[in-house]
């Protein structure tokens, strides 16, 4: 346990702005290269204003990985922040079993954590924000089941080892693809694309170099392999020809939607998972009781449902409003 000394020390590393403030809540995201990630950094900006007005000052410390696949960035991160002394951390782990350790010591050092976006095998945090990832991996198969009239060859881009939201969804979409659609043949379905667009570019140039002409439909499970599985299918002048649905959302994406390179995309609302992610922190602090999961709700987008307002809302986020 950390002594008084050792926390005065540690609080007067700390800007002076950032020390005033009522609380100190340091937001870690997988990565910051991602459309997604500038999303979930919106809604705890979002949260902050809120509870300014409200009358609770709160200062956001937004900081994580470059890339999605550096857990050693991660967690010296993670214990950077413990070392700081802030009041509490916002957590997005971009492996479940490797964050574990700097977690529960974050716990330990009576540091609340709130994790988002993905699971972590502990029972440390004080709760999970985050979308049904199972859920979301469902609908995707249902939509290119549907979309495939129940027969033809799929492939299925995996994202990450280690990553529990994609791994879920992986999970979902085969679940869904075997028990309702037999008549879909998976014919690959355990290659990863790992955590860029041009990562996964590579892993999609080679699954389609291989399957292309026998590919009926394909399942990326994330922005970066749903990025750079588009950019494969158009060298190779699949795009529109093979049935394709992806998941999250960013202008490429929802450009090639509108274009009919993509047909469907289920989308996440990380604005908000920011934003309950510094509100659960905020509350657990205060000492009131939060739910283990909150979730934050998942759906698909196609032509069909693009323009409705709702939907609008979760592929075009106002990010300007609160990310100057």
Excluded: C
């Amino acid at each position: 346990m950390r002594t008084p000394l050792a926390l005065l020390l540690a609080l007067a590393a700390l800007p002076a702005a950032v020390r005033s403030a009522d609380y100190q809540i340091a937001v870690i995201p997988k990565g910051t290269t991602h459309e997604y990630w500038r999303s979930i950094n919106a809604g705890a900006v979002k949260a902050q204003r809120e509870l300014k007005a409200a009358g609770t000052d709160v200062a956001i410390i937004w900081k994580g990985p470059l890339l999605e696949d550096d857990r050693e960035q991660q967690i010296q991160v993670v214990e950077n922040f413990v070392g700081r002394g802030v009041s509490a951390i916002v957590l997005a782990p971009l492996d479940s079993r490797a964050l574990v350790a700097p977690v529960e010591d974050a716990v330990k050092a009576g540091i609340p954590v709130v994790v988002i976006d993905s699971g972590l095998v502990s029972k440390a945090p004080s709760s999970t924000v985050a979308t049904d990832n199972r859920k979301g991996g469902q609908i995707g198969a249902r939509r290119l089941g549907t979309l495939l009239g129940g027969k033809g060859r799929a492939i299925m881009l995996r994202y990450e080892v280690g990553s529990a939201s994609t791994e879920e969804r992986e999970a979902g979409f085969l679940e869904v693809m075997k028990a309702e659609f037999p008549g879909v043949s998976l014919i690959s379905a355990d290659q990863y694309g790992g955590a860029t667009r041009e990562t996964a570019y590579k892993a999609a140039q080679n699954l389609l170099n291989r399957f292309g002409a026998q590919t009926d439909g394909v399942f990326a499970p994330n922005e970066s392999t749903a990025s750079g599985m588009l950019l494969a299918l158009r060298e190779q002048g699949l795009a529109g020809k093979v049935k394709y649905v992806g998941f999250d959302a960013n202008e490429q994406l929802v450009a090639a939607l509108r274009q009919g390179d993509i047909q469907g995309l289920v989308v996440q609302d990380p604005v908000k998972m920011g934003y309950l992610g510094v509100m659960t922190a905020v509350a657990v602090l205060r000492h009131e009781k939060v739910a283990a999961f909150i979730d934050t709700g998942v759906g698909l987008v196609t032509l069909d449902n693009i323009n409705d307002p709702a939907v609008s809302a979760l592929i075009h986020p106002p990010l300007s409003e609160y990310l100057k």
